[in-house]
């Protein structure tokens, strides 16, 4: 019964921890995979591609800017808007002609920019897997339940919260918000109402690909950067938005929770096949309730 | 009618001849588009004549190959039944998956599917001991006959042909029709007496199926397996071959899968960047020509047709 | 043949069905009536299947039917055109009424046969009849929007019913159109002993040719009976008649 004493051991506090700053970084993709997905009814799945975008230009910026808590923080700033703009590029050149065409048309379009980012991020970075290393002001670990946490792992936990907040004060407190969420139920009455629904989409657009980006920068000190990020991730993006409601913020933190959690723990109880035990959550979920945790807005 | 018939006999035999003055590497290209032309053929019984939104065909291809693989190197059965169950393996777990997936309809199905899917893939990735893992299973023992690289052509192409006609002669049944109803109008369907769920489960089955025998062809022709030929990716990249070619037509998906399949192989001899060649190829396609190349065919040169499939 | 008894269903708060009561004897042509958002498609879907009702019963040949869901209503001999054209666009009028009488006969699995010209007796038979043999080989979606509607009675007579339900069969046509329509429901009903329900904006067709006209309002009714019944009753005359200005 060893993994029984595995599990209830300090080890797993440190390791649900540990998994829980993992969520971050999948709520803040994911959110804005689900703002995509309700607003505008596109299944993004370029948003891998942005995510790794954002990885590598934080890389650049902090290669640039030197390795200090001001160049990160910057980074932060900066790769996100990159994506946010290239995204802004693709929306209006691209996507805003074709949104009368089927979803699957649309996931294939969104499938084929991924392809080209993929491989744009080749073009200009090179193949080899780049890394950032964390700033020293978050270097070092605090002792929690008696087991070291990093610093850095703090952090994530923390602003994972502000965003959320952040997000909801977005679509609940601006006037963009609002009609973004009326868009998200029926785009056709917002349009007749006199609103301009095309930069509704627009607005909605490049927040998630803002989200995306601000994502992969934030895992940069964490992970290799390499190609191949975006395939992984997107997966897991999916299944959480699936999970938690397409098109719902709240599902989608919810759905990152039991994603990260049920990770962590699986790796504990079972490590060889500690990666299964999200799929797993994910199909049982959406065998008891099909359109997922919370309610979507399709 | 007959002028087809006399263009697919020429066919035939073209590919017939291909090994007699192809160099071994061209025969093995040649197979695996025969083998990954029927893959995207079974994908389009779903989703261009079912209308059912198959995301994740490729576990059907990856379970097919594996199931073959695992049955010749670790059983000593017969060849012959271990290339027989991969894909009436994979023809269980259509059914399977199809059982749980079908009380949803369009993009929930799929997204269902994916999900289940990803399971599977999850699970044979880290199943190291049983299925070789991120590794794959390699060296797979083969009969003499078909060992050989023309050898695994002919079965191929024997098994691929036989594949084409049975599945031409489903899409031109009572059954077919229906189906198409189906795709085109549910509820007009269900009005007529016709059972729609249980006739799209049907369809995910026989797709299902096919998808296996392809995962069984390239046993054969590669001698190996790996998780990747299950990842969500490749299940959008058949999709993508459908789309190309054409959905609404029988051969679109063929069209669609030789063209790709020969682009990859040929571009990557001069660019590392084939995905961006993809991509663009698939945006100016969705753009230009959602029809697909046959389907742009057809409605360009034989307007009479329509968009009759 | 057909019962509807306080037949009640609700979306949310709102009663889109509230109480009606409706009666089709064997060979009759019933229409049913009422303003704009009264419940009679609510209703047609209620009786073919497509919904569920909260309460009351609907019974066909003294079987309770409610809650069934259409393709076991079809077998069963109920069969009814959309109010929406509802055929398969990409498939030729043929194949269109091909369908339903291949559905009819219990062979939609067969995957080993060629469905090319099966059933081609019974199909031009049926097309014929409605009118659209000439068309038969076109595609369904370049019909006009008559035809169309047409092809809607011809699919639903592929099931070879007892009870055909016609939702606004002549909406959205032309004058010679609902014509031609009239003269095909007479014909439906005199020579082919069919049981007819409709429902109908077109006052002067139903008073042509149902024989039993039901009104509903809100959501209930109001009253069934003869034209001379429903055309004197004074709730119909407040609430219906007198705003169309027909008598």
């Known amino acids: 019964m060893g993994w029984l004493a595995n599990l209830v051991s300090t080890g797993t506090l440190s390791q649900v921890l540990v998994g829980l700053s993992r969520t971050t970084i999948l709520f803040i993709v994911s959110s804005g995979l689900t703002l995509i997905l309700g607003v505008l009814r596109i299944p993004n799945v370029a948003h891998g591609s942005l995510y790794m975008l954002g990885a590598f230009s934080a890389y650049t910026v902090i290669s640039l800017l030197g390795g200090g808590l001001s160049g990160f923080l910057a980074a932060l700033v900066i790769a996100p808007m990159i994506v946010a703009a290239f995204g802004f590029v693709l929306e209006r050149g691209f996507f805003s002609y074709l949104y009368d065409r089927e979803h699957l048309m649309l996931l294939l379009l969104t499938f084929s920019f991924a392809l080209i980012i993929g491989d744009l991020v080749k073009i200009v970075w090179g193949s080899e897997y780049r890394s950032v290393t964390v700033p020293e002001f978050f270097q070092g670990s605090a002792e929690i339940f008696g087991l070291p946490i990093p610093y850095y792992n703090l952090f994530l936990l923390l602003i994972g919260p502000f965003i959320a907040v952040f997000l909801w004060l977005v679509i609940n407190r601006t006037k963009m918000g609002k009609i973004a969420r009326a868009a998200a139920v029926d785009a056709e009455m917002v349009s007749a109402v006199g609103i301009n629904v095309g930069w509704v989409f627009a607005f909605t657009f490049v927040l998630g690909c803002f989200l995306a980006g601000l994502g992969g920068a934030l895992i940069a000190p964490m992970v290799n950067i390499s190609l191949g990020m975006d395939h992984s991730l997107i997966m897991e993006a999916f299944l959480i938005v699936i999970m938690g409601g397409l098109g719902n913020i709240w599902g989608a933190l919810l759905g990152s929770l039991i994603f990260g959690l049920t990770q962590s723990l699986g790796i504990l109880i079972w490590p060889q096949f500690g990666i299964v035990f999200p799929y797993l959550a994910v199909v049982v979920v959406l065998f008891f309730r099909p359109k997922g945790l919370l309610s979507s807005t399709w | ?309 | 043949m057909l019962r509807v008894e306080s037949v009640v269903k609700s979306f949310g708060g709102f009663k889109a069905v509230n109480g009606a009561n409706l009666e089709v004897g064997a060979g009759e042509i019933v229409a049913v009536i009422g303003p704009n958002g009264a419940g009679k498609t609510t209703l047609f879907h209620l009786i073919t299947g497509h919904l569920s009702p909260d309460s009351g019963r609907i019974l066909f040949k003294d079987r309770e039917i409610a809650g069934l869901p259409p393709h076991v209503l079809c077998r069963m001999g109920i069969t009814r055109s959309f109010q929406v054209v509802n055929i398969f666009q990409r498939l030729t009028v043929f194949e269109n009424v091909q369908i339903a009488v291949l559905s009819r006969e219990r062979k939609t699995f067969r995957i080993f046969s060629a469905v090319q010209g099966m059933a081609a007796e019974e199909v031009h038979s049926i097309l014929r009849n409605v009118g659209l043999y000439e068309q038969r080989d076109v595609e369904s979606d370049l019909l006009s929007h008559g035809d169309q509607k047409v092809l809607e009675i011809a699919v639903a007579l592929g099931g070879k019913p007892e009870l055909l339900i016609l939702d606004e069969p002549t909406a959205g046509m032309a004058p010679e159109e609902t014509e031609r329509c009239i003269r095909l429901i007479r014909k439906l009903s005199d020579e082919f002993g069919l049981t007819i329900l409709f429902c109908e904006h077109d006052m002067g067709l139903v008073f042509e040719i149902a024989k039993r006209i039901m009104v509903m309002v809100r959501g209930g009714t109001v009253v069934q009976g003869s034209r001379e019944e429903v055309r004197r009753n004074r709730e119909v005359q407040d609430a219906y008649l007198g705003e169309t200005g027909e008598c």
């Open chain 2, 1 to 309: 009618m007959k002028k087809t018939h006399v263009a697919l006999f020429l066919l035939l035999a073209a590919l017939c001849s291909l090994p007699l003055f192809l160099p071994r590497f061209y025969t093995y290209i040649a197979a695996i588009v025969l083998l990954t032309a029927l893959l995207a053929t079974s994908l389009n019984l779903a989703i261009g004549y079912g209308g059912i939104y198959q995301f994740h065909h490729a576990v059907f291809y990856g379970i097919g190959a594996y199931g073959t693989a695992l049955m010749l190197t670790r059983t000593p059965m017969p060849a012959a039944l271990g290339l027989l169950v991969g894909p009436l393996v994979s023809a269980l777990l259509s059914l399977v998956m199809g059982v749980i997936c079908i009380r949803l309809s369009k993009l929930y199905f799929g997204m269902l599917q994916i999900s289940l899917g990803s399971l599977v893939w999850a699970t044979v990735y880290r199943w190291y001991s049983f299925t070789g893992g991120d590794d794959g299973i390699h060296g797979i023992p083969l009969p003499d006959r078909i060992a050989t690289p023309d050898g695994a052509y002919y079965y191929t192409l024997a098994v691929t042909a036989l594949c084409f006609f049975a599945m031409h002669r489903i899409v031109g049944s009572p059954f077919g029709k229906t189906l198409q109803g189906i795709r085109d109008n549910p509820v007009r369907s269900s009005a007529i007496g016709v059972h729609v769920k249980a006739h799209q489960l049907v369809a995910l089955v026989i797709a299902g199926l096919f998808g296996g025998v392809a995962g069984s062809l390239f046993v054969v022709v590669n001698n190996s397996v790996f998780p990747d030929m299950m990842f969500w990716t490749f299940s959008l990249e058949v999709l993508i071959m459908c789309l190309l070619g054409g959905m609404y037509t029988f051969f679109g998906p063929l069209a669609g899968a030789s063209i790709l399949v020969l682009l990859r192989v040929f571009v990557s001899v001069y660019t590392q960047y084939w995905s961006l060649l993809l991509g663009a190829i698939l945006t100016l396609v969705i753009i230009f020509l959602p029809d697909g190349v046959l389907g742009y065919a057809v409605r360009r040169f034989r307007p009479g047709e329509g968009r009759r499939a």
